[in-house]
């Protein structure tokens, strides 16, 4: 495929009814390589039951016919998965038993990002995934329209010919050809960034993973039964519960660390960030790489996140909220993972075009804000302590000290834990822009675009209102559909309204006088 195969997009009667002529193209060929081994990796719990099965009864045919059918899939794939692209719509037809036919219109094309896993890589083809940035129905596995095996030698020019008809943002009347965009480096990941991977959640993760996979596969109780496990379970019965327990915590610390930063390095290898004006490109991955485009003009802020672990390291992570794409549906709107909060606070001025913006100082929320994050960070110790309390005097059994110790302990935690929150907790309003944060174990610094709000929704809960304050939600199509500023005081509620969306609160602003 090359880039004079792609007709210039024209929805005119002569480009549609050339359009319908137009013949249906298969992918690359090498994907009959490619297919049966995915198929067989996406049904893997399948053929190891299958092989598990046939070797108990004595028949090893079991496993090799399960195998010859997902190979027999894989190769229907290719040959029943066709694609077009006409002046007016890009076509997709794929399915056996049940036919599937996408199309999407070229006036709507929004993204052209790029997926090349290893065995793509390996044979010089690539996956294309075209977005409009609007949500479709279903699942997203089903919906998404994906060009999954073409040459990776045409690529860049399809990705070109698909986006050039949007001119960029400022450039309304598309005066500016594509070739004259500059294209500007706004980040690139430096090697020294892999020590904020340990202070995350994915070494754990990946640990608990192929733990659970060696227990599923009988792997497990073989290594239970080794030599060298049964020798450190002797020592650890020597060395007592304390030392144990801190062994094996720095041992399962350890090995998290390590698989967090291999997984960083693989993920997040040679990632960069470019932006011409018109797109954001991020392009990161050393064995499978994956090229994401951002339209500009879906651009509606950005996400600071900082967890605890991470912000304690100093270090932040950088998302950009855009219209129609959401992590849930399986979209990537990542813009920087785990890197010096330095680092991500300068990539969201460049991104945002506001040097201000990330560094605005925020408005806190008043006594009744701060007290409700004591009451339910400490309320509940509290309470178990008090129920502790009552069922020894009621039932005249002595409470273990390790009980009351436990509990002591987690009170200055909790009110530790109430105070940042407190001190995480604020917004603040620019011309055009809203900004909130909220959050400590999992600290989120939105900055969003007022153009992108399409709706707002003031609301109490019972024990808002008891305290007088309230939760703004501003709506919008963009990223996880809303945003909140949490435990307001009611009557700055509406105002906050009427400053980031003039006209739409000031009827209930009249009304709370």
């Given amino acids: 495929m090359s880039i004079e195969s792609v007709p210039p997009e024209s929805e005119s009667p002569a480009a549609l009814a050339a359009e319908a002529d137009q013949p249906w193209l298969r992918l690359d060929r090498r994907m009959l390589l490619i297919h049966p081994v995915q198929e067989i990796l996406r049904l893997l719990p399948v053929l190891a039951v299958s092989v598990i099965v046939g070797s108990s009864s004595g028949n090893h045919g079991w496993g090799l016919a399960v195998a010859?059918?997902?190979?027999?899939?894989?190769?229907?794939?290719?040959?029943?998965?066709?694609?077009?692209?006409?002046?007016?719509?890009?076509?997709?037809?794929?399915?056996?038993?049940?036919?599937?036919?996408?199309?999407?219109?070229?006036?709507?094309?929004?993204?052209v990002d790029v997926d090349r896993r290893v065995m793509h890589r390996l044979l010089g083809l690539a996956?294309?995934?075209?977005?409009?940035?609007?949500?479709?129905?279903?699942?997203?596995?089903?919906?998404?329209?994906?060009?999954?095996?073409?040459?990776?030698?045409?690529?860049?020019?399809?990705?070109?010919?698909l986006l050039s008809a949007h001119p960029a943002p400022e450039d309304p009347v598309g005066t500016t050809t594509p070739a004259a965009r500059t294209e500007i480096e706004v980040a690139r990941l430096q090697p020294s960034w892999v020590r904020y991977a340990p202070f995350s959640t994915t070494g754990l993760v990946?640990?608990?993973?192929?733990?659970?996979?060696?227990?599923?596969?009988?792997?497990?109780?073989?290594?239970?039964?080794?030599?060298?496990?049964?020798?450190?379970?002797?020592?650890?019965?020597?060395a007592g519960p304390v030392v144990a327990v801190a062994v094996a915590v720095v041992v399962l610390l350890a090995i998290a660390s390590a698989a967090a930063c291999v997984r960083y390095l693989l993920l997040y290898g040679n990632l960069l960030v470019t932006d011409d004006g018109h797109a954001l490109r991020i392009g990161h991955g050393l064995l499978r790489v994956r090229h994401s485009t951002l339209d500009r003009a879906r651009l509606r802020g950005a996400v600071l996140r900082e967890p605890l672990a991470l912000r304690i390291a100093g270090g932040a992570r950088l998302d950009a909220i855009m219209t129609g794409v959401a992590a849930e549906r399986g979209e990537s709107s990542l813009l920087l993972p785990a890197a010096p909060a330095a680092e991500a606070h300068r990539v969201a001025t460049a991104v945002v075009?506001?040097?201000?913006?990330?560094?605005?100082?925020?408005?806190?929320?008043?006594?009744?804000?701060?007290?409700?994050?004591?009451?339910?960070?400490?309320?509940?110790?509290?309470?178990?302590?008090?129920?502790?309390?009552?069922?020894?005097?009621?039932?005249?059994?002595?409470?273990?000290?390790?009980?009351?110790?436990?509990?002591?302990?987690?009170?200055?935690?909790?009110?530790?834990?109430?105070?940042?929150?407190?001190?995480?907790?604020?917004?603040?309003?620019?011309?055009?822009?809203l900004i909130t944060r909220s959050g400590s174990l999992d600290r989120q610094r939105v900055c969003l675009e007022a153009d992108g709000i399409i709706g707002w929704t003031v609301r109490q809960t019972f024990f808002q209102r008891r305290a007088g304050v309230a939760t703004v939600v501003a709506a919008t199509p963009a990223g996880v559909g809303h945003y909140e500023v949490l435990d307001l005081p009611v009557d700055r509620a509406w105002a906050l309204v009427e400053a980031v969306t003039p006209g739409a609160g000031d009827v209930w602003v009249g009304r709370q006088r």
Avoid: K
């Fill in 68 to 111: 010859a059918v997902l190979v027999v899939i894989g190769v229907l794939r290719w040959f029943t998965t066709t694609y077009r692209i006409g002046p007016a719509h890009v076509e997709l037809r794929r399915g056996l038993l049940q036919r599937q036919v996408l199309s999407i219109p070229r006036s709507r094309i929004r993204s």
């Fill in 206 to 238: 990946a640990v608990a993973a192929v733990v659970g996979l060696a227990f599923q596969y009988g792997i497990g109780e073989t290594l239970a039964e080794s030599g060298t496990v049964q020798r450190g379970i002797s020592w650890a019965t020597t």
């Fill in 127 to 161: 996956s294309v995934r075209i977005g409009t940035g609007q949500a479709t129905g279903g699942g997203h596995d089903r919906n998404r329209f994906e060009l999954d095996g073409l040459a990776i030698g045409a690529v860049p020019a399809l990705r070109e010919a």
């Fill in 353 to 433: 075009r506001d040097p201000a913006l990330p560094e605005t100082p925020l408005e806190p929320h008043g006594p009744a804000a701060r007290r409700r994050r004591y009451t339910r960070a400490a309320g509940p110790v509290l309470a178990v302590l008090a129920a502790a309390a009552v069922a020894a005097a009621v039932t005249g059994r002595t409470v273990p000290a390790a009980v009351w110790i436990g509990a002591g302990l987690l009170v200055p935690v909790a009110v530790v834990l109430a105070w940042d929150r407190y001190r995480s907790l604020g917004h603040a309003v620019r011309p055009g822009w």
